[in-house]
């Protein structure tokens, strides 16, 4: 039942996951809420489009979390439309396929003898350097040496960390280990030989996934928010926030139809930090910009392609590490549910990794097409040309947030800069410059959403996606309306990407 309030109006800034859950709550408890989006459609970062009757995810999206109460509150979103898929990632490495996480049978298999013999002497040579110069990682190479050895290191990561971030490894911060990898090192592969019979069910499991694809969950929160009463802007640029150093007194959008100005009480902003810092006026002092300057993203081209055959792999998606194939990944969305090609077909979607306004990123449609399918029919040998029945290529701006080395500093700065604003809440992954899964997105946008319910800042949105000896999660979650009762909180999954 819609509680009766006092008018109070929010714009939320931004319909991906993270705006669109805190727009759902908001209206929910009775609020006045409107949802900018740049786009033509919601979802962000988690769509799924839809051409010619092929329905496909925008990058590879399962569903997972080990917080019961996101996990309750998605479910009891979308209900009978979430189905369980079996998960198999594969690495395409020199031409062999080794399975991930990296399961040691098949690693031996695949790498050879002495290949493992090495990879086990340099890894025992870094426990050792550690033990005598211990001192925390600070770039993504020695991150990933300190957990897994140079030769692995050499083998699994650095080729497809740097065709991901088109720099060294040495230019990247180790923190994106910590919330890619978390969890999962050396000693656990160790374990798993030891102890878990190497058999297929141990590489093999399951997530969570609407079976109309990802992009269900905004779809749905879309709907039900309207229905509710909340409005949502599309193509609808924010491009001025107007400040008073204390609160954000009005959000400027372009639209095709002209520029609009909206007044409002209080923010929710999920777009990213660095283009909302952009955005303010009074423009922000030059140290600020300066720093705001250093936040960098990297972004994908991402390539649907349409096929006249079915199950042509057996993997939810695979990783391609090989510097001569243009994708750092591709996915085969038949095997994440059969009702997203019609009957007989399948799509496969690979992504490129590069810089917006790039060589690569500036390409027509039909040379990047041509590019992903040469390349795959010549690797693989698993379709033709004539089995193709059509394509699309969808760009995507701002993928990941670069974690620059000293990134946390900057960070830092731009933040508490903006704690000024006082009617201003970030949240999301650029929006808070964090390496986000969706259930943390979904997180943050609940968060912020009950803070405005509850009339006070009690939900810590910043605690979101953090290691867990940092939070005190039980006690913010004894305080949720609503769905207190359904809490138990773990500690959260490594990354799913
Ligand atoms: C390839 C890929 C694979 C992934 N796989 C998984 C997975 O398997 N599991 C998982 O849990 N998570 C996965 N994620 C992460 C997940 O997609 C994100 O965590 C989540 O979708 C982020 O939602 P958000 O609302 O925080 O941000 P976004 O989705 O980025 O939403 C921000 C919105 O703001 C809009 N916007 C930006 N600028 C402006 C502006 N100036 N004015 C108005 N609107 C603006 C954007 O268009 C966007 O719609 C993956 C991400 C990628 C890229």
Not at 88 to 98: A, M, N, Q
Not at 380 to 400: Q, W
Request: glycine share 6%.
């Amino acid at each position: 039942m819609k509680v009766e309030r006092p008018s109070r109006q929010v714009l939320v800034l931004g319909a991906g996951l993270a705006g669109l859950a805190a727009g759902y709550e908001l209206v929910k408890g009775g609020f006045e809420v409107t949802i900018v989006e740049k786009n033509e459609a919601v979802g962000g970062l988690a769509r799924t489009i839809e051409k010619n009757g092929f329905r496909f995810d925008t990058g590879p999206h399962r569903w997972y979390t080990k917080n019961d109460m996101v996990n309750n509150w998605m479910l009891k979103l979308l209900g009978k439309e979430v189905i369980k898929v079996p998960r198999l990632t594969r690495i395409y490495f020199d031409r062999k396929f080794f399975n991930y996480p990296i399961k040691i049978k098949s690693t031996i298999l695949g790498m050879g003898l002495v290949k493992t013999i090495l990879a086990v002497l340099d890894y025992g040579l870094v426990r050792i350097q550690a033990f005598f110069h211990s001192r925390p990682p600070v770039t993504l190479e020695e991150g990933y040496v300190s957990k897994f050895g140079r030769t692995l290191y050499e083998m699994f990561f650095r080729r497809y960390s740097e065709k991901l971030w088109g720099t060294s490894c040495k230019n990247i911060s180790a923190d994106w280990i910590g919330q890619r990898t978390r969890g999962f090192n050396i000693s656990t592969i160790i374990k798993d030989i030891l102890f878990k019979p190497q058999n297929v069910v141990s590489f093999v499991d399951e997530f969570s996934y609407p079976e109309k694809g990802i992009g269900r969950i905004a779809e749905k929160l879309a709907a039900d928010f309207k229905k509710g009463g909340g409005k949502i802007l599309l193509s609808s640029e924010v491009v001025t926030v107007e400040h008073d150093q204390k609160r954000v007194t009005a959000v400027v959008v372009k639209r095709k139809t002209g520029a609009k100005k909206l007044v409002i009480q209080e923010v929710i902003s999920s777009i990213p930090i660095s283009d909302f810092i952009q955005s303010l006026n009074p423009v922000v002092p030059s140290e600020i910009a300066r720093t705001n300057h250093k936040l960098t993203y990297r972004d994908e081209l991402q390539v649907a392609i349409f096929i006249n055959k079915t199950h042509l792999t057996a993997d939810t998606w695979i990783y391609v590490h090989s510097l001569d194939l243009p994708y750092v990944r591709f996915m085969e969305m038949d095997n994440w549910s059969d009702k997203l090609s019609p009957e007989g077909t399948t799509t496969l979607v690979f992504e490129i990794a590069c810089n917006e306004g790039d060589q690569t990123w500036r390409q027509t449609d039909r040379q990047i097409v041509d590019l992903v399918v040469s390349a795959f029919i010549k690797e693989f040998n698993l379709i033709t040309e004539a089995d193709i029945l059509g394509s699309f290529v969808h760009r995507m701006p701002k993928e990941y947030p670069v974690y620059h080395l000293g990134y946390r500093k900057d960070l830092s700065l731009l933040k508490n800069y903006l704690s000024r604003l006082g009617n201003l809440q970030l949240v999301g992954r650029n929006g808070t410059f964090r390496y986000n899964n969706m259930d943390h997105s979904i997180e943050m946008g609940l968060y912020a959403a009950w803070n405005i319910i509850e009339g006070e800042r009690k939900f810590d949105v910043e605690s979101v996606n953090i290691e867990r000896e940092y939070l005190e999660e039980k006690k913010l979650f004894d305080k949720a309306p609503e769905l207190a009762e359904d809490v138990s909180v773990e500690e959260n999954e490594p990354s799913h990407e």
